[in-house]
C-alpha cells in the first residue's frame, strides 16, 4: 500500500477516536493552541499534535486549533507534525492542577514531509451517529434534510454519512372569502434564520428542503425604508396597495411595521448569559470554530456597565463565567476563544443553568437575556421540547428573554430552535459565515438584544365591498384565532428597537360594476353587510396590539387602507422588494400559488428594487436566485 494511502487510513481513525471525550482525572490540566504556516501564517488543519513518550494528542481543527485535555499534573516534551512539513518539538511544557497551557506551533514546509507511527489515546469507544430518512419536507410531521452518500475525502468524518437535519412542515395559508372570513390575525415574527440558512444550502449547490424555507422570514430578513414612529407609540404603520407581480388578476396589499430606534446610551444595563454548546458535534470549522469568532464581535460592543456569564454544556453543564462585568472584555474574548469542543449534548442541562445565573443576576429595569448557541441537537438528560417550552415561558414571565443562535450543518435542528426563541419572547438567527455574525452582533445588535414592545399582534378586517378574498403570505405557525387579538394572556411576537416587520396580503378586488350580495345564504343565519361598506373608500383597516416590556395590558393602533391600488412601476422600492423575496420563497416551496412566473421574474423585479443597498444585501439576494436558477436547471 502506498505510503499517502496508509496516512489517510491513519488520519481517518485519528478523526473518529478524537472526536471521542477522554476520560476525567482529577489532577490534570489542558494543553491547547494553534498550528500554523510558519511563512504565511495560516493555520494548518489535520496537523498531529502529541505528547512525546506517550499516546495523548489532538488533531487541529480548520481554524488550525488543537487541545489535550485531561494530562496529568507534569513536564511534557510536544511534538507537532503534518504531511508536507518538518515536524517541531517544544520542550519543557508544564502543565498544573486544573491549569490552561497554550503552546502554539508554525511548522515549515518540506519537499519529503515525515512519516512515524501516530497513536492517539482515546479511553471511550463509543461514537452515537444516528442516519436519517429522506424527507423533502413534503408530508406533516418533521421533514428531514436529505441524506448524502458517503463522499470520498481524503479524510472521514460521521458528517459526511448522515444528515439528521430537521424542519417543521409547513402547509401553505389558504385564500379566504371576505364576505366570511373578514379577520385574519397573526402574530409578527422577527426572526430571519431561514433566509440565511436557505443561502447555505444554495451557496453549498443544494437546493434547500421545503421546509427550510418560510416565506415571511425572507421578507423581513431585509431593512426597509418606512416612515419613522412618531408620538408616544413605539412603531409606525406602513400601508401600501399596488398589482400583484405573480398573479395579473390579483393586487397585493403591503404592511410594515417600523420600531423607533433606541440610543446606546437610553438602553439599560444587560444581565447577559451566553449559553454555548460545546458537545463533539460542534466540532467542524462552521460550529464551535465560526462561534468563537461570531462571539468576540458581540463583546467588542458590551458596554462597561453590562454583567456577562458563560455557561457551556456538552455531557454535563457547568459555568465558565459569573457576571462578569463588561470592562472586563479581553477575560471574557478569552474563555471563548479557549472552548473546544467534546462529549455529547446536555442541553437541558444547560438551559436550567443559564437561566438560574440569569435568574440570581437579574437587573431591574435591565435586559436580562440568554442568548444560547447551538446546532440544536440534545441527546443527554431532558431533552423533551415540550418539557423545555413549559420551562421558558415560565423564566420569560419573570422578564428573562432568549435568544436562539444556529451554526453547522447536517445536525441543525432548525424545528428545535425556532420554537424555543418563540417561547423565549426572543429571535432565531442562523450565522452560516463570519459576515452574518457580524450582521446579528454588530449591526443588529440593538434590535437583537432590546425589545420596544411585545406580545405584538396584527388583526386585519377586510372590507367585502372592494376585496373579494385574500391569502396571508408566509406566517403559517403564527397564526392565532380572531379571539386571540383582544387577549392579553395569549403570546405573540417582538419588536427589537429599530427593527422593522413586513407581512404581505394576496388579495382579489371585488368586480367593479356587480351589486355585493347584502346576505349570504345560509340556512340557520344570516351574515349581513353594511349599506356603509360600499360607500367607503376603506379597503381594510388594520388594528396592532401590543405591551410595553413592562407591562401585562395592551395597547392599541389603528391604520386604515384608502384609495385605488397604485400601477407596480409607481409603487415604492419597499414594496417590489419585498415581493421579490416573497416570489423567490415561494418558487423555492413549489408554491401552487406562483402559475408560470420564474426566477428571472424575480431578478427582474428585485432589479428595479435595490436601492441605496449599504451592505450589499440586495445585492446578494440577486445573485442567490441566480444561483438557485442555475442549480434548478441541473437538478
Not at 421540547?385 to 428573554?401: A, C, N, P, Q, V
Request: charged share 30%; hydrophobic share 40%.
Amino acid at each position: 500500500m502506498e505510503r499517502r494511502e496508509i496516512m489517510r487510513y491513519l488520519i481517518c481513525i485519528l478523526a473518529v477516536l478524537i472526536a471521542i471525550p477522554p476520560a476525567e482525572s482529577s489532577e490534570s490540566g489542558v494543553i491547547l493552541g494553534v498550528v500554523r504556516d510558519s511563512v504565511t501564517k495560516k493555520p494548518l488543519e489535520y496537523a498531529i499534535v502529541a505528547i512525546v513518550g506517550d499516546t495523548m494528542g489532538s488533531m487541529t481543527l480548520s481554524d488550525g486549533s488543537y487541545l489535550i485535555a485531561n494530562v496529568p499534573v507534569g513536564a511534557y516534551h510536544l511534538k507537532a507534525r503534518k504531511m508536507g512539513y518538518k515536524s517541531l518539538e517544544k520542550r519543557g511544557v508544564l502543565v498544573a492542577l486544573g491549569d490552561t497551557t497554550v503552546v502554539d506551533f508554525e511548522l515549515e514546509m518540506s519537499l519529503m514531509g515525515e512519516t512515524g507511527e501516530i497513536v492517539v489515546k482515546a479511553d471511550r469507544k463509543q461514537i452515537d451517529v444516528t442516519a436519517s430518512k429522506m424527507s423533502h419536507g413534503k408530508q406533516p410531521g418533521i421533514a428531514m434534510g436529505r441524506r448524502r452518500p458517503p463522499v470520498r475525502h481524503s479524510f472521514c468524518r460521521p458528517s459526511d454519512y448522515f444528515n439528521t437535519e430537521e424542519y417543521a412542515y409547513v402547509a401553505e395559508n389558504r385564500i379566504f372569502e371576505t364576505i366570511m372570513e373578514p379577520l385574519s390575525t397573526f402574530s409578527i415574527d422577527v426572526d430571519v434564520a431561514s433566509y440565511s440558512n436557505a443561502r447555505r444550502f444554495i451557496n453549498g449547490n443544494r437546493l434547500p428542503v421545503t421546509g427550510a424555507v418560510r416565506i415571511e422570514e425572507f421578507i423581513n430578513y431585509f431593512d426597509y425604508d418606512y416612515d419613522r414612529p412618531s408620538g408616544d407609540a413605539p412603531f409606525s404603520i406602513n400601508l401600501e396597495y399596488s398589482e400583484c407581480p405573480w398573479d395579473d388578476g390579483k393586487r397585493l396589499v403591503h404592511i410594515g411595521l417600523q420600531g423607533a430606534e433606541l440610543a446606546e446610551e437610553d438602553a439599560g444595563p444587560s444581565n447577559l448569559v451566553f449559553l454555548i454548546d460545546i458537545s463533539g458535534s460542534m466540532r467542524p470549522s462552521n460550529k464551535l470554530p465560526l462561534l468563537r469568532k461570531a462571539f468576540q464581535l458581540m463583546i467588542r460592543h458590551l458596554r462597561d456597565e453590562d454583567r456577562v456569564s458563560l455557561v457551556v454544556y456538552s455531557s454535563s453543564a457547568r459555568v465558565v463565567l459569573e457576571y462578569v462585568p463588561g470592562s472586563k472584555r479581553e477575560k471574557i474574548k478569552r474563555a471563548i476563544m479557549c472552548l473546544m469542543a467534546e462529549g455529547r449534548t446536555a442541553g437541558g442541562e444547560g438551559m436550567r443553568l443559564a437561566y438560574r445565573l440569569a435568574e440570581d443576576g437579574f437587573i431591574r429595569g435591565g435586559n436580562n437575556r440568554v442568548i444560547m448557541a447551538t446546532d440544536g441537537d440534545f441527546n443527554v438528560g431532558v431533552s423533551s421540547t415540550s418539557e423545555l417550552l413549559r420551562f421558558i415561558e415560565k423564566k420569560r414571565e419573570k422578564g428573562i428573554y432568549l435568544t436562539v443562535l444556529g451554526f453547522g450543518v447536517d445536525n441543525y435542528k432548525d424545528n428545535r430552535l425556532e420554537q424555543l426563541a418563540d417561547k423565549g419572547n426572543g429571535n432565531h438567527a442562523y450565522i452560516d459565515n463570519i459576515l452574518e455574525a457580524k450582521k446579528v452582533f454588530v449591526m443588529d445588535i440593538m434590535s437583537t438584544l432590546y425589545t420596544i414592545a411585545k406580545d405584538v399582534k396584527i388583526q386585519v378586517e377586510f372590507n367585502p365591498a372592494r376585496i373579494s378574498s385574500y391569502r396571508l403570505i408566509g406566517y403559517e405557525n403564527r397564526l392565532l384565532d380572531n379571539q386571540d387579538f383582544s387577549d392579553d394572556t395569549k403570546d405573540a411576537g417582538e419588536i427589537g428597537a429599530g427593527h422593522s416587520v413586513t407581512a404581505l396580503y394576496e388579495v382579489t378586488p371585488a368586480a367593479e360594476g356587480t351589486e355585493v350580495p347584502k346576505i349570504y345564504e345560509l340556512r340557520y343565519q344570516e351574515i349581513m353587510l353594511k349599506k356603509s361598506a360600499g360607500r367607503s373608500d376603506e379597503s381594510l383597516i388594520v388594528r396592532v396590539r401590543y405591551k410595553e416590556p413592562g407591562s401585562g395590558r395592551s395597547k392599541l393602533i389603528v391604520k386604515a387602507l384608502k384609495g385605488e391600488p397604485v400601477d407596480l412601476a409607481d409603487s415604492s422600492e419597499n414594496f417590489r422588494f419585498a415581493a421579490a423575496a416573497a416570489m423567490y420563497a415561494m418558487i423555492l416551496r413549489d408554491s401552487g400559488c406562483m402559475g408560470k412566473y420564474t426566477f428571472d421574474d424575480v431578478i427582474e423585479l428585485a432589479g428595479t428594487a435595490r436601492g441605496k443597498d449599504r451592505f450589499g444585501y440586495r445585492a446578494e439576494f440577486i445573485q442567490l436566485v441566480e444561483r438557485a436558477e442555475l442549480l434548478t436547471l441541473l437538478e
